[in-house]
């Protein structure tokens, strides 16, 4: 009969805890039902029983784990180096504080990081079949050279595609509601922003579940389908019942209602409306044209398609369609796709991208901050605990004395470090808890104590904390099992035993400190740039003065006769200039280019302005040739262009006052076949239209009879609130229904920087984290040899050193070690911040007032940590530490 | 510890070991119990009943008797002790007279 055996590893479990004496009997009666079950049930069902039958007897009545077992006591010893541990903690306290603090600080760190990387790297993953979706972008460039990578593409590219490859299972264009919607409940009204013209395709690929209605609805034009979220907002939480919103004079009627996106979703629009309603207004030619990049487009690709081939392939698709309507602009792209797994981390490079994205620089920055962090709090552990390991040599030579082996010293100081770093992590959870609502707030994300503590994160965190004691432990273990028994029995004194080479200028533990440093003045140097260059960028001279100038969306009732508006609106005293435009500086220019005659009849590109006669005088835009815009003067209006210095160096104009009546054409918006033909009355200086990451690009302004969406109000240093409450007012004489909404001009372009923002506090919140630990160290360390060498001391002011002697004595070990750290990191430092920085078209120098100023920080910090530990021990009465003796 | 307060469990237990006299270890102990009382004690809740009433000094105990099945391991037998006994007659002794105190009592005779 073929034996079966129940299982090895719980036989060899129980035996190690169940007490010798009982240990025969239990064992035969668990064999014995174990073969009565193999018998009866098989032996798969025994080996389930065997197992719980030896769980109910893990009761101490009856295993009575026995710390005295007779084989060995690994059990006791443990317990009493864990009592050890306790104990030495106590006794010296500064020291278990020092420790506990600062891995507390680095594993915080590090937790909150990990977290946050988590969160970022695994966008979009909630998609069925993602590893088959993709956006499109192109990749444009103009004859001039310019080159710039767009998410939104051409309309026709979807369809074509769908229609003339099998590779593609689905593709959908979804376009964005550029100016957002106001909607009209009962007498009510909301405005909304985010949300998105959307094809059944598309909403197939994101997954958009319909939880109430249906989404076919979507097929007729005037229709929404709205977010859970926003439909509860909407209707208070009443039943959906195909209920109608009033946009304007027209009645829509809301279709459907989809589960909100996750939060990790790159789009996440709060409604969606008929891509019909867009078809229906935009025209037929517009919708079939091969120029216009503003949709953005999904596909899913059959299973198995190597979409790298496949995308040549397309790009020589499309270059066949396009190549007839590209050849006039002057213009010619390529097409691409974006795994859906890359858009959140990958898009920083995109225009128009108006998603959910971060960049994989970010994450990555922060990735290598996290691990910094708590290697500075690991080295501090290492250096703190291997300085104290000498006032431990005794008691290591008295159990090596008795007979402890290297292996079980070394067992004895992991279980200690390893207790540390168990202490420091619940620590770290207390402060989880307190600082989780700051962390929401920094990252803008909406973490849950519930989510961080999943039963796979809890595990990967213990297993993280135990490896990091093992490793933190490993090297003060490895110094004290060096420690010979024979000379504690000798009598020797205690700091004569060899525990690594104490005495030497670079001792390990002088190379931490050094390494220590070298890592914190890097970060404290490129901290500081990073804030230099963010404070420099929001106060550079943009070329008018973005302060005090209001941005208001115009309503329909506003831009009927704009003259009378602007006369409304100016009636207060503190309002100074007000201008009504197509574009505004910060925001989406149109860059559709104009045409320079006399070089060629391409498009050059350029930012072009269509505003109003005001313009110049509401941005405070400085002219250096010619004259401003008349409103008299009705040649302005129809053959007058105003260009910026750039416009006239790029297009080769010669000075400012020779480009004065050059001729320029400017293609219209609706007919493009039409031209405006005008003459160059006047050139400002140069302004910047977007952020300083970017160089100034060639501008033109001009006048036209259009649809203006904004005005642009100039005010005073008058009362600010009253003055707001001066345009709510005449507002609300136009759109007695809408909310009021405006914005400061300055917070637009504040905005562009809020990555560098960002970037600047977290590079100043680590840089503060990693010199906070590094000084505890150096205290710890300052302390530990101060203690050591009291009695040198004392002899040495019994002798008649005077205190600055024996001041500089202890010190400058300390400076000399920090000045080859400087040493060290300066280069590295200077390198990297450089580096960054030329991602910037305007950015600061990087001069050694800098690197003076961060050194001298350096300095006086570490003059302070080590000069207050050295002052009191200059303070003490020698003779009460030589009357010991 | 006074010797005489026992619980119901440790009560069927020593009775079972009374039963089986000679054979009495822990399986047949539990077999004895699934039998006459229709439970089904973990062996866990047996051997602690079991290592209690030791202690108690209610039973007593030694290893005999290697078998195949059990591995060669002793099956650790099982004995009342003079005092648990005493202890089992004086528990019968009580519930008798306390019985008897119940008038019209009826049995199923």
Sequence with gaps: MNKSNPPKLAERFFRWICAQSNLEGLEGDLYELYERRAKKQGHRKANWYYLLDMLTLMRGSVVQINFNNSKSNKMGMILNYIKIAFRNGL???????????????????????????????????????GENKYRLYDRLERESGDVSLITTVPPPIAEALEANFSQIKKAGRIYFDYGGTVFQIGDKSFSETNGYYAEFDALDILDVEIIAGTRDGLKEPRSFIL?????????????????TVQL???????VGVYKDFPDQSHVNPDYLVSFELLKNYTPEER?????????????????????KAFEEEAQRFVKERSAKELEAHGISYTTHFQSFHDIHLHSSAFEQDTFDRSSYQNVFFLGIAALIILFIACLNFVNLTSAQAIGRAKEVGIRKFVGAGKGQVFVQHCIESLLYVLIAGALTLGLLFVLLPEFNQFTEKEFELVDLFTPPRILAYLGALVALGVLAGAYPATLLTRVRAIDIVHGLKIHRVKVGKHFAVF????????????????????????????????????????????????????????????QAFSEYSNIKNITFSYSVPGGIVAGDGIIIPRLNNKDQSANVFVTDHQFLKTMEL?????????????????????????????????????????VIHWKHWNHQDS????????????????????????????????????????????DLKKTIEFLEEKYSVYAPQRPFEFTFLDQTFDDFYRKEEKMAQLFGLFTVLTIVTALIGLLGLVNFNINKRSKELSIRKILGAGRLNIYVLLVKKYIFLICISLMISTPIAYYMANGWLDDFAYRITLDALIFIKVLGLILCLTLIVVSWRAIKGLQTNPADKLRTE | MKGSNIGEFEELVMLSVGILQEEAYGISIKDELEVRTNRKPSIGALHSALN????????????????????????????????????????????????????NLIFNS
Aim: a neutral charge; hydrophobic letters at 40%; glycine letters at 8%.
């Design chain 1, 622 to 662: 400085e002219l250096i040739a010619g004259r401003d815009f008349k409103l008299q003067n009705a040649s302005d209006h129809s053959q007058a262009f105003v260009l910026n210095e750039e416009a006239v160096r790029t297009f080769d104009l010669g000075n400012p006052e020779d480009a004065i009546g050059e």
């Design chain 1, 248 to 254: 304007g004079s027209s009645t829509f009627s809301i």
């Design chain 1, 675 to 718: 031209l405006k033909k005008g003459k160059v009355i006047g050139v400002v200086r140069d302004f910047n239209v977007k952020s300083m990451h970017k160089e100034v690009s060639p501008a033109a302004i001009h006048l036209l009879d259009s649809y203006m969406p904004n005005m642009i109000v100039r005010i005073g240093n008058g």
């Design chain 1, 227 to 243: 977010s859970e979220s926003l439909f509860i907002k909407f209707f208070e939480g009443a039943p959906f019942n195909n209920q």
């Design chain 2, 52 to 103: 209690r009433l030791e202690k108690k000094g209610l039973l007593k105990s030694f290893l005999e008797g290697p078998t195949e099945d059990r591995r060669g391991r002793r099956k650790r037998f099982y004995q009342l002790t003079l005092t648990g006994k005493e202890v089992l007659a004086g528990i019968y002794e009580q519930r008798k007279e306390m019985i008897q105190l119940i008038p």
């Design chain 1, 287 to 307: 919708m079939n044209s091969w120029l216009w990049h503003q949709f953005t487009t999904y596909v899913e690709f059959e299973d198995g398609v190597n979409v």
């Design chain 1, 507 to 566: 001792n390990p533990r002088q190379i931490l400190v050094a390494v220590q440093y070298v890592l914190s003045v890097g970060l404290i140097i490129i901290s500081v740039v990073v804030y230099e260059q963010f404070q420099f960028m929001r106060e550079a001279d943009l070329g008018f003065d973005k302060e005090n100038l209001i941005l208001i969306s115009t309503v329909g009732s506003m831009r009927r006769d704009l003259e009378s508006t602007r």
């Design chain 1, 91 to 129: 006794r010296r306290k500064s020291f278990t504080l020092i420790n506990l603090f600062g891995l507390t600080l680095g594993i915080t760190a590090v937790l909150f990081i990990s977290v946050y990387l988590w969160e970022e790297t695994h966008y979009d993953r909630y998609q069925t079949n």
